[in-house]
T-cell receptor
Framework: LAKTTQPISMDSYEGQEVNITCSHNNIATNDYITWYQQFPSQGPRFIIQGYKTKVTNEVASLFIPADRKSSTLSLPRVSLSDTAVYYCLVGYNFNKFYFGSGTKLNVKP | NAGVTQTPKFRILKIGQSMTLQCTQDMNHNYMYWYRQDPGMGLKLIYYSVGAGITDKGEVPNGYNVSRSTTEDFPLRLELAAPSQTSVYFC?????????????????FGPGTRLTVT
């Protein structure tokens, strides 16, 4: 199981852009990078996933450098409702994903 | 679509009792998963299924059993409940077991079942 390292917690203010970086030095050639969001007492919710370079959807962007040993989730203009735990996962099959403890993002007014 | 549904939402068991956690998905996904999440921790895979009649162990299968008789349902059975099984259980499904750079290749999670064993 490919393990990842991400900050335990981050603080931000409403309206700011938030970047959460994840380190995955042992990423394999076939591995994808996936990010989930989890609110208290709810199941994780898919945010974005990618293999290389940059991926963007309606809620976030994912930046992956050429060596793929890290990735950065970018959340534009966060609001209070973005307060949650964010998980970075690396793997080639969903049954091989490793969920670490995630990054607890606290958005302040 | 209701997505992934789980029942019950909460349950308290006595040590040694048994129970079945129910999971149903209406997205016609072949792949289904059971995870447990202990307080402050990430999710750990218990069992997964790649289709009706086919299941396999994940990272923490001891003390649990699963079956998959239909595409829609993937129940998790706890036999002889122990305090170490106190956790929140999440069921998930996906259209493929492999992620892709496409939002359609994702896992969908249910709302969870909070289980306490005393």
């Amino acid at each position: 199981l490919a393990k990842t390292t991400q900050p335990i917690s981050m603080d931000s203010y409403e309206g700011q852009e938030v970047n959460i970086t994840c380190s995955h030095n042992n990423i394999a050639t076939n591995d994808y990078i996936t990010w989930y969001q989890q609110f208290p007492s709810q199941g994780p919710r898919f945010i974005i996933q990618g293999y290389k370079t940059k991926v963007t959807n309606e809620v976030a962007s994912l930046f992956i450098p050429a060596d793929r040993k890290s990735s950065t989730l970018s959340l534009p203009r966060v609001s209070l409702s973005d307060t949650a735990v964010y998980y970075c996962l690396v793997g080639y099959n969903f049954n091989k994903f490793y969920f670490g403890s995630g990054t607890k993002l606290n958005v302040k007014p | 679509n209701a997505g992934v549904t789980q029942t019950p939402k909460f349950r308290i068991l006595k040590i040694g009792q048994s129970m079945t956690l129910q999971c149903t998905q209406d997205m016609n996904h072949n792949y289904m998963y059971w995870y447990r999440q202990d307080p402050g921790m990430g999710l750990k895979l218990i069992y997964y299924s790649v289709g009706a009649g086919i299941t396999d162990k994940g990272e923490v299968p001891n003390g649990y059993n699963v079956s998959r008789s239909t595409t829609e349902d993937f129940p998790l059975r706890l036999e002889l409940a122990a305090p170490s099984q106190t956790s929140v259980y999440f069921c998930a499904s996906s259209p493929s077991i492999q992620p892709r750079t496409s939002d359609s290749y994702e896992q969908y999670f249910g709302p969870g079942t909070r289980l306490t064993v005393t």
